[in-house]
């Protein structure tokens, strides 16, 4: 049994655990109804289903953005409806999280994106260069450390966003459509990227809209239509809206 700061997660535990979630919007607009999933660590899942099904309230709801109407969370011992909101930067250094939109910051180099993420956390100077180097490593782009974000394609702009998200080693690493702005070829490889990522232990949790991918994959899919599960098979293949 891992014991830290409060958290305690026993071995047996699933990472993440949702029970009966729902989230009902202040418009009255049911985002999620009764939702429940266990997902173990080190699994790599997608999540798919069509725009409008709740995919990205529940990556929300992972980060602790939005907390749901009803239901139980708990993500790496953490039950998030417990969590006080001084303990909720600390709970999110366990997840690092892409975007469709990579979401880096223009004006600032690869490296101060990067390195911005472990400054905020207290990591000294010298060990902040080594894991951006490092992480740059991984996503093949060591030669892009001083350029601007704006000089990179949308391939190698998500490779970056991947880097930040990864620097300060988290548990888990939700995507919400990172290939979305990509074409097929730079699309394949953000997501041999985050097998890899996978492959070295990391939790990954991928919304995704791409079937060619996720048939090829052979993982776990999560499919919601509606604001519910409507499959959750290992090994899936995507799962079509079917009207
Ligand atoms: N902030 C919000 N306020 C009100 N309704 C929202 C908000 N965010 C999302 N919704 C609604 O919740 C439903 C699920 O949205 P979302 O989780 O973004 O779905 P997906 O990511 O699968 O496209 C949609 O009907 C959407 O319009
Ligand atoms: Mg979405």
Redesign the pocket.
């Known amino acids: 049994m891992a014991k830290r700061s409060g958290r305690i997660l026993s071995d047996g535990d699933p990472l993440i655990r949702l029970e009966s979630i729902s989230k009902t ?3 009255g ?1 049911e ?1 999620l109804h009764d939702v429940s999933f266990s997902i173990n660590k080190g699994e790599f899942v997608f999540i798919v ?10 990556i929300k709801i992972l980060l602790k953005e939005l907390d749901p109407t009803s239901g139980n969370i708990h993500v790496a011992g953490s039950d998030l409806g417990t969590l006080k909101r001084r303990q909720v930067s600390r709970y999110r250094r366990n997840i690092g999280v892409v975007f469709q939109n990579f979401e880096l910051l223009k004006d600032r180099s690869v490296y101060e994106n990067i390195a911005l993420a472990q400054r905020v956390i207290g990591v000294p100077k010298r060990k902040i260069n080594r894991n951006v180097s490092s992480m740059l490593s991984l996503v093949g782009l060591n030669d892009k450390i001083k350029v601007n974000p704006e000089e990179l394609s949308g391939g190698e702009q998500q490779r970056v966003a991947l880097a930040r998200a990864l620097v300060n080693r988290p548990t888990i690493l939700l995507a ?1 459509e990172p290939t979305g702005n990509l074409d097929p070829g730079n699309a394949w490889s953000i997501m041999e990227l985050m097998n890899e990522i996978n492959k070295l232990g990391t939790t990954v949790i991928v ?1 995704t809209h791409n079937p060619e991918v996720v048939d090829a994959m052979q993982k776990r899919v999560i499919a ?1 239509k509606e ?1 519910r599960i409507i499959a959750d098979i290992s090994k899936g293949r995507y799962i079509y809206e079917r009207n």
Not at 49 to 58: E, N, R, W
């Open positions: 919007y202040s418009e607009v985002a289903g069509p725009s409008g099904s709740g995919k990205s309230t529940l919400d919304v919601m604001g």
